[in-house]
């Protein structure tokens, strides 16, 4: 038995590795598939552009759904604030309740 070059001339035909070409047949492969498969290749191009297109569409309307999301939040905190303001408020009538008023000397 001879010494293999590398792993692959030693396994690859009991395997099943098929040789690699030189890389020359593979430009030529390219051009080949190119020129008689382009109305297939155009096909797929409308395909992925379609698909672009509605992910973008999709992520427009996240965005806008996450603005609006921050506008409510930012209100409600402000609805929030103010109601913490009118709970303290009315904490301090309670606390006044049944005291005696006292004038403020100006």
């Not at 098929?18 to 047949?25: F, Q």
């Not at 921050?70 to 049944?98: F, M, W, Y």
Request: with cysteine; charged share 35%.
């Amino acid at each position: 038995m001879k010494p293999a070059c590398c792993w692959r001339c030693a396994h690859g035909e009991e395997a099943g590795f098929v040789p690699i070409p030189p890389r020359s047949a593979y430009r030529k492969r390219e051009v080949e598939v190119s020129e008689n498969n382009q109305g297939e290749i155009k096909e797929v191009c409308d395909v992925m552009e379609s698909k672009i297109n509605s992910l973008t569409e999709r992520m427009s309307r996240m965005e806008k759904s996450v603005e609006e999301q921050e506008r409510q939040v930012h209100a409600n905190s402000h609805d929030i604030s103010q109601l913490k303001a009118g709970e303290k408020a009315i904490q301090d009538k309670l606390e006044n309740v049944g005291k005696p008023y006292e004038k403020k000397q100006y």
